[in-house]
């Protein structure tokens, strides 16, 4: 038998509006809400979640678009958001990208559909810098890249301070030729490429980098064929934790020793990098308080969404661990 909403008006002795209130959180008295919710619960009615949206603008779900679900980093703050998200009384609709913007575009086209309340985003360069929430019908705030300021809120890492920390302790265990790998399709890589730069630059060093997509198999075969030159790096920095695994692979079948022959740092800190080899120095960022960071900013929009566009900016800490560990040289 199916259970309909006028049968639990029925038997809390109360209007079907009353109970389409209680079911979408509208204002009734709690002895009122008690009573609706007891009847749902006796009766087993299962609320039309389709019917809902199409007659509301507001569905309570929250879209997640992000990069590449097999990176920590994006796993670890999807479970942040989807815990503020559920305190908050949310759902959350989780998409892949693959760093490919016709899929963004796609799942931005799919939130517009499904009437989500607002969308956490870490998206591409490209996309990013074109990002304009106006149009889509719904607030977004961006996560670990940033685009215009002005436009979108966003909560992401000081990438370049974070790449010079980790500058900073390879030259002061003695490494000159510093390598970097960087991500070429997003804004967070090209603000790592900065402040490796930089860091090199006060030195009078040069700052040999490499552009890739930003996933471990690049990075192998990309390290793998900057192993084989005759002016390889004496240390390498990966832009993120699966650039870092593929650092890590290609070393080891170069029969490359770390760090006796090659200092590797990066970011990320990962589980893995504390058990691989000698444990990897990694820059830790402050994952979990990037997404609840994105949930509040997305929540504050909604209650006010006339204020003006913020950029939360959080930093990082090193984690020293044994790939860097090299005798120390004076930095000249």
């Known amino acids: ?35 609706v919710e007891a009847a749902i619960e006796a009766s087993g009615y299962r609320p039309n979640l389709s019917a809902r949206r199409l007659r509301s603008q507001h569905t309570q779900t929250i879209g997640l678009i992000v990069s590449d679900i097999r990176n920590p980093f994006f796993t670890n703050v999807s479970r942040a958001v989807e815990d503020a998200a559920y305190e908050a009384g949310m759902r959350v609709i989780l998409c892949n990208t693959d760093e490919n913007p016709d899929k963004e575009a796609m799942y931005l086209r799919l939130m517009q559909e499904e009437r989500v309340t607002g969308v956490i985003f870490a998206p591409t360069r490209q996309t990013a810098e074109t990002l304009d929430p106006a149009g889509l019908g719904f607030p977004v705030v961006l996560i670990d890249r940033a685009g215009p300021s002005g436009l979108n809120d966003a909560v992401v890492l000081d990438n370049a301070q974070a790449a010079e920390l980790l500058v900073e302790h390879l030259l002061e265990q003695g490494c000159r030729r510093i390598g970097g790998l960087f991500g070429k399709t997003s804004t967070t890589g090209a603000e790592r490429h900065a402040g490796f730069v930089a860091a090199l630059a006060r030195r009078g060093l040069p700052a040999p980098a490499r552009f890739l997509a930003p996933s471990l198999e690049a990075a192998e075969a990309e390290v793998a064929r900057w192993l084989a030159e005759p002016d390889r790096p004496e240390a390498l920095i990966a832009s993120n934790g699966l650039v870092l695994m ?63 566009a913020r950029k939360v900016v959080l930093s990082g800490r090193l984690v020293v661990r044994g790939s860097t560990r090299r005798e120390a040289l004076p930095v000249g």
Do not use: C
């Open 1 to 35: 038998m199916t259970i309909r909403i006028k049968d639990v008006a029925a038997a809390a002795g109360v209007s079907v509006a009353t109970v389409s209130r209680v079911l979408g959180n509208g204002p009734v008295s709690d002895a009122v809400r008690k009573k």
């Open 246 to 308: 593929g650092v890590l692979k290609a070393a080891r079948r170069a029969g490359v020793a770390v760090p006796d022959e090659l200092a590797v740092a990066g970011f990320d800190n990962d589980a893995w990098t504390e058990l691989a080899g000698p444990g990897l120095t990694v820059l830790e960022q402050p994952v979990y308080e990037i997404g609840r960071t994105a949930m509040a900013m997305l929540l504050e929009r909604l209650a006010r969404p006339g204020q003006v």
